[in-house]
């Protein structure tokens, strides 16, 4: 009962706190640079085709870089660096992407994945003392939660939470698994439920901040850097403006105060809003279960159209 009066205190100074606002997103990007190979395009080409959207409409986004998918050799290096100097912030979320709330992986190892990207990181433009948890998981123990939130404090990291959690890495899943079996498929209807599920996932936890904050709170965006925004990326930034939401940046963001809560986190990776909801007892609400899918709905919804 502690935690919720106290973070029940901690979200009503928080809104008090901060003036009323139009709706704003932040873009952030996960897993970053990524080598592997795609249909369609290549690496490079990949890169390119994000930064060339997010140039386009002038938005200024962030790279999170998992150092074990490319930036740990030069042509990934050369990738992320290309983020930098186009003015991007660049994060640190791990080497290898672990997860932490395996019973089998010590506090220490995840703590020296983020020292070792580190070092990679930070000599490139654009590098900001910020760390992504993989899977958005804070640990399986509060010995680990715990241990982590002094971690980041003693070495000066902000925590860089998702408040607008999305399953585009599951709808890209599904992408190339279609272009691997058919490099001439139409993917239309792909794109088309790509977009849907970022709308719904934005209205659904724009909504969610308004219960639990009584405003519209900066919303920090998470996606990846993957094929399906490669494709498709400026179609969704085109989206957002279309619904009227205004796009800052993720230092921007970051600087709204609900931005400074630590909500005890029971369920696996969430939101930060979802973690509030769940902190707040709120229990299974309305709208809960499309934001604790990874795209069902989605999926089945194509797979029912063939």
């Known amino acids: 009962m502690k935690i919720l009066r106290t973070l029940f205190c901690i979200a009503a100074l928080a809104a008090s706190a901060a003036p009323a606002r139009a709706q704003s997103v932040a873009f952030t990007f996960d ?17 390119a085709a994000m930064l060339a959207a997010l140039d386009k409409h002038g938005v200024k986004a962030a790279l999170f870089v998992t150092a074990g998918n490319g930036a740990d050799r030069p042509e990934g290096l050369a990738l992320a660096r290309a983020w930098g100097e186009a003015g991007h912030a660049i994060g640190n979320h791990t080497m290898t992407h672990p997860d932490l709330n395996s019973a089998k992986l010590p506090l220490v190892q995840y703590q020296q994945e983020i020292l070792d990207c580190d070092k990679i990181i930070s000599t490139l433009p654009g590098y900001q003392k910020w760390f992504r948890y993989t899977f958005l998981r804070e640990g399986n123990t509060p010995e680990k939660r715990d241990g982590m939130r002094a971690f980041l404090k003693q070495h000066g990291y902000r925590n860089a939470y998702v408040s607008l959690d999305t399953s585009d890495w599951r709808l890209n899943g599904e992408l190339v698994r279609v272009l691997g079996a058919d490099p001439n498929a139409d993917l239309a209807p792909i794109r088309a439920a790509y977009l849907a599920h970022l709308k719904q996932r934005a209205l659904a936890y724009r909504a969610l901040s308004q219960r639990l904050q009584g405003r519209d709170i900066a919303q920090v965006l998470l996606l990846h850097h993957n094929l399906i925004n490669a494709l498709w990326l400026d179609d969704a930034i085109a989206m957002f403006k279309g619904m009227g939401w205004s796009i800052t940046t993720p230092a921007a963001a970051f600087a709204d105060p609900v931005y400074l809560l630590e909500p005890d986190r029971p369920a696996a990776g969430q939101s930060l809003l979802l973690s509030m909801a769940r902190s707040l007892g709120l229990g299974k609400f309305d709208g809960w279960l499309r934001l604790q899918d990874d795209g069902d709905y989605e999926i089945d919804a194509l797979k029912n159209a063939r």
């Open 31 to 47: 897993d970053g640079p990524d080598l592997e190979a795609t249909p369609r395009l290549s690496p490079q080409q990949r890169n």
